[in-house]
């Protein structure tokens, strides 16, 4: 008998709809909550195991299984529980993935099971009002300090603006949510919560990184900063559908690490610097001086030559084949627009 419910339980694993974690979307699960009645992957099941109020797990192919949680599972499945779960997910709400971060993933099946924030829209209010206001963490410029810092979103004015003081009237820094980007970075700034904030200030590309204890808070501003850019991009185009605007609204890094340049007259030494690639642009901070890495990339501009160099040839690889998938993507019309706005100098 055992083995005849564990066999019904491995058939279910055969629907469609069960096929991939119900949660981070990762193939081939092994596990299910037979409380929730979903099928997960074992990272999720972790997560599973953090909240035993709302559910508890089990191997598919491991554990014993009863009749009654057989029947349940086979009565529910995810299919009927992503109706049920998710049924009210605004469509700025980030979903993750199996590669985002332990946060992300965290906070999505809390938000989905124990807190219900998408089958009661009245929950959501943290992240959808247009408004929000908290103390961060945030990392200071020069001496790499982190201090309490005062921040505001507001759509009304389409800003993120910080505080060096609670009690301040005028912010140190604006940031317009026109061009601003939120990723989340934990192992570069130091903390499993960690967000980094990319805005322009007078066309030059700004970083800030911030982090809060507290994970649901975290991810609730990251969520209020893609509600904002939803708003905006709804409002800039008119005509687009929600999921031509989705994509845009915060993106991950296609590539990250160092590499080696030198100047425009290819005579100067090289020096470290970490690149980023954000979408179409490449963009390259300062860091201490090393010694010469051997494995050369050269980008051509209209304007310049850039020499870079990468310490390994598996890292010139990997930045080449990012290289060469944004260059292979036609550009789109808002791409081009934005292009005009870098070239104009006032």
């Known amino acids: 008998m055992a083995k005849e419910r564990r066999k019904a339980v491995l058939e279910l694993l055969q629907r469609p709809a069960n096929a991939r974690c119900a949660d981070c ?7 299910a909550s037979y409380t929730l009645g979903v099928f997960i992957c074992l990272s999720c099941s972790g997560i599973h195991r953090n909240i035993p109020q709302v559910s508890k797990v089990k191997s598919v192919r491991l554990d014993a299984w009863e009749d009654a949680q057989v029947e349940f599972m086979t009565s529910r499945g995810n299919h009927v529980a992503r109706a049920t779960f998710e049924s009210k997910v605004p469509p700025f709400y980030y979903r993750p993935s199996a590669s985002d971060c332990q946060l992300l993933r965290e906070q999505w099946i809390r938000a989905k099971y124990e807190r219900q924030e998408f089958t009661h829209p009245e929950r959501q209010e943290p992240y959808s009002a247009g408004y929000r206001e908290g103390f961060l963490w945030k990392r200071g410029r020069d001496n790499g300090q982190f201090l ?19 009690d301040a009237k005028e912010p140190k820094a604006i940031m317009k949510i026109e061009h601003l980007n939120a990723t989340f970075q934990p192992a570069k700034i130091g903390h499993p919560h960690g967000l980094q904030v990319t805005y322009l200030k007078d066309n030059s590309t700004r970083n800030i990184f911030v982090y809060h204890e507290d994970g649901k ?7 209020a900063l893609r509600a904002a850019r939803f708003h905006y991009l709804q409002v800039a185009f008119p005509g687009a559908s929600d999921a031509d605007l989705v994509p845009k609204l915060s993106r991950n890094y296609l590539q990250e690490g160092y590499m080696e340049k030198t100047g425009p007259k290819q005579t100067e030494g090289f020096r470290k610097r970490w690149f980023t690639m954000d979408d179409r642009r490449l963009m390259y901070f300062k860091d201490p001086l090393g010694h010469h890495w051997p494995h050369g990339i050269t980008i ?47």
């Open 25 to 31: 979307g990762a193939p081939d699960p092994d596990w």
């Open 300 to 346: 051509v501009t209209p304007e310049r030559r850039f020499l870079l160099a990468c310490e390994t040839e598996s890292e010139q690889r990997a930045w080449m084949e990012a290289f060469r998938k944004v260059v292979d993507r036609p550009m789109l019309p808002q791409e081009y627009a934005v292009e005009a706005h870098f070239k104009h100098k006032p």
């Open 148 to 166: 309490s810092r005062k921040f505001v979103l507001t759509e009304r004015e389409g800003a993120l603006k910080y505080f060096n003081r609670s």
């Open 217 to 223: 808070e975290m991810v609730d501003w990251f969520n």
